[in-house]
């Protein structure tokens, strides 16, 4: 394994090695010059700082052993004092299978036309967006139900606190209703079906709550556990009971996030939009992103120069919870990378140079090791 030197770790932390020393004083450590530090006392620092620090492990699969080396991250957010927490909305993921009717069900409850606006009426992306039931909002994520884009299905599952697992009663479960499910139980998250084009002769909801209880799924009116709406997202029918059974959900899970936390948002979407550049989709899960935010995603710094709600206004605030917009990525940014605030930009430039570094030297094969342990004993 490399050593964790001072420098190295205060690079990697966007401090200067003296601070990193301070710390280490604090802590009852006096490392001599170039002495490696144990990765307890390095875990420790790290946490002085909000990182969490990890090892990386060896990538089996990939035919090579990568190199092992110093890796940190952002930390998730501690537990808030309990007075600062605020209800958020919860983010409800529509997952299931290609034209099912998933982007209709956003429609209805958005009253717009997504759906006919978009390529050949299939999803091509991850749609955001916030409906308002009861003075309640709830975050909305429509993901596509294509077989190739499973990926976006896996990060949709995983940023999501409920999904929705849409079925159409003519069809019944396929392939990538099957996946959904299958994605939604891995991440551990509460499943709702909705039974979609229930206005169709063809509808067979009772095969649908079979097929349901034969993948795990049995509905509360067969006496198990998983809560159902029987809708049509074409006539509206049941679409309330869908809200009301999210928001039922919701309110059990008790969401809760500081919106004074240091801002941080999940990205679900990036692309380069002409006349705006590069722009993210992103959902704050705490704290508040406002303009002039400076950040850090993945290898990137940033810092936020507009946001863009989902009814495409300009807003100068993203509270937890919600969908936003973000332009002002120095690249484009990872899906499913962290977008976490920084004290300023120069440490977030500093720090991004340092994550590319790294990244740089990952992509070097093994017998580079040598060369990459001198690096870090230069830096
Ligand atoms: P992908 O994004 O491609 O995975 O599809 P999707 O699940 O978003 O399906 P979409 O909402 O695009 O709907 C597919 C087709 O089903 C469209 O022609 C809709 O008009 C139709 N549809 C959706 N909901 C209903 C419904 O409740 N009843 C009937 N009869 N048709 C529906
Ligand atoms: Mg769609």
Request: with cysteine; hydrophobic share 40%.
């Amino acid at each position: 394994k490399p050593p964790i030197l001072v420098p190295d770790l205060a690079a990697r932390l966007g401090l200067k090695p003296f601070n990193v020393m301070a710390d280490l004083i604090k802590l009852g450590v006096f490392p001599a010059p170039n002495q490696p530090l144990e990765p307890e006392v390095a875990a420790q620092v790290c946490e002085i700082h909000g990182f969490t620090f990890e090892r990386e492990k060896r990538d089996k699969d990939k035919g090579f052993h990568k190199v092992e080396e110093v890796i940190v991250e952002p930390e998730a957010p501690e537990a808030e004092p309990e007075n600062l927490l605020k209800e958020r909305p919860p983010i409800v993921t529509i997952m299931g299978h290609v034209d099912h009717g998933k982007t209709s069900i956003l429609d209805y409850y958005r009253n717009s036309k997504v759906v006919s606006g978009e390529a050949g009426g299939i999803t091509q992306h991850i749609g955001a967006y916030q409906v308002s039931h009861n003075d309640q909002l709830i975050t909305f994520l429509d993901t596509p139900g294509h077989a190739i884009f499973a990926d976006m299905r896996k990060r949709g599952a995983n940023i999501t606190d409920i999904a929705v697992i849409v079925v159409a009663a003519n069809d019944g479960i396929m392939p990538q209703t099957l996946e959904a499910i299958k994605f939604a139980q891995k991440a551990q998250k509460t499943i709702i079906v909705a039974i979609n084009k229930c206005d169709l002769p063809s509808a067979n909801v009772e095969r649908v709550k079979t097929q349901l209880a034969e993948n795990g799924l049995q509905t509360t009116d067969y006496g198990g556990d998983t809560e159902f709406a029987c809708i049509s997202a074409l006539k509206g029918d049941g679409m309330d009971v869908l809200l009301e059974l999210i928001l039922l959900q919701a309110e059990v899970m008790e969401l809760r996030a500081n919106p004074k936390a240091t801002a941080r948002a999940g990205v679900i979407e990036a692309r380069v939009v002409p006349g705006r550049g590069t722009t993210a989709t992103v959902i704050v899960e705490s704290g508040t992103l406002k303009i002039g935010t400076p950040f850090i995603c993945g290898p990137f710094a940033g810092k936020v120069r507009s946001l863009i709600n989902d009814l495409g206004k300009n807003v100068k605030v993203a509270l937890p919870g919600t969908p936003v917009e973000v332009i002002g990525f120095e690249e484009l940014p990872h899906v499913g990378d962290h977008l976490t605030e920084m004290k300023n930009e120069r440490e977030a430039k500093a720090l991004g140079s340092e994550r590319q570094e790294e990244l740089r030297l990952k992509r070097l094969k093994p017998q580079h090791r040598n060369r990459m342990e001198d690096l870090f004993t230069m830096v």
